[in-house]
T-cell receptor, first 110, second 115 residues
Framework: GENVEQHPSTLSVQEGDSAVIKCTYS??????FPWYKQELGKGPQLIID?????GEKKDQRIAVTLNKTAKHFSLHITETQPEDSAVYFC?????????FGKGITLSVRP | KAGVTQTPRYLIKTRGQQVTLSCSPI?????VSWYQQTPGQGLQFLFE???????NKGNFPGRFSGRQFSNSRSEMNVSTLELGDSALYLC??????????????FGPGTRLTVL
């Protein structure tokens, strides 16, 4: 089955800096890659997603890039703000279900 | 449009008991997927229901079961609770099918504690 790995497991950045979170997946048949943000006491919230026919997608301060050859995708957050502090999960859809990475805790220092 | 709702939000049970959790998807969504979230294992897929039929099942014992009603609302049941079942149980709804790669929207979860 699909295996999704997320690196690093924690990330601390200064407010205003950029943050990059990387994920790798194992199943070349996977074709949909969402990113979720989870704040304490809440369920995961979809922040951006990308499908396999697109290499990059951007939504304001957030962007996702996909490299199907290398089987990795990355989340880029620019001009980070304290409210970006949360746990971020990547996931890959392998034609039957979503498989999630273990999550990364992003801390934005004011 | 209202989001995904889950009830109850918190639950405390003892070993051996059974529990039923409820999920109401976003209006118009027909697919409901369930996940278990624990600090050690992360988010793990339990099962997906679409049009009252289970479409896919994760690697969990038979003590975990679910169903979906004609109005797309879903319930999951865990029988003979074990300490290791303590987790956040999340429900996600999709317009057509999460199993086919439709976007999944999560509810706030039900925090289950087994004593």
């Amino acid at each position: 089955g699909e295996n999704v790995e997320q690196h690093p497991s924690t990330l601390s950045v200064q407010e205003g800096d950029s943050a990059v979170i990387k994920c790798t997946y194992s199943d070349s048949a996977s074709n949909y890659f969402p990113w979720y943000k989870q704040e304490l006491g809440k369920g995961p919230q979809l922040i951006i997603d990308i499908r396999s026919n697109v290499g990059e997608k951007k939504d304001q301060r957030i962007a996702v890039t996909l490299n199907k050859t290398a089987k990795h995708f990355s989340l880029h957050i620019t001009e980070t703000q304290p409210e970006d502090s949360a746990v971020y999960f990547c996931a890959a859809h392998d034609l039957s279900k979503l498989t999630f990475g273990k999550g990364i805790t992003l801390s934005v220092r004011p | 449009k209202a989001g995904v709702t889950q009830t109850p939000r918190y639950l405390i049970k003892t070993r051996g008991q059974q529990v039923t959790l409820s999920c109401s998807p976003i209006s118009g969504h027909r697919s409901v997927s369930w996940y278990q979230q624990t600090p050690g294992q992360g988010l793990q897929f339990l099962f997906e229901y679409f049009s009252e039929t289970q479409r896919n099942k994760g690697n969990f014992p038979g003590r975990f079961s679910g169903r979906q009603f004609s109005n797309s609302r879903s319930e999951m049941n865990v029988s003979t609770l074990e300490l290791g079942d303590s987790a956040l149980y999340l429900c996600a709804s999709s317009l057509i099918s999460g199993g086919n790669g439709d976007t999944q929207y999560f509810g706030p979860g039900t925090r289950l504690t087994v004593l």
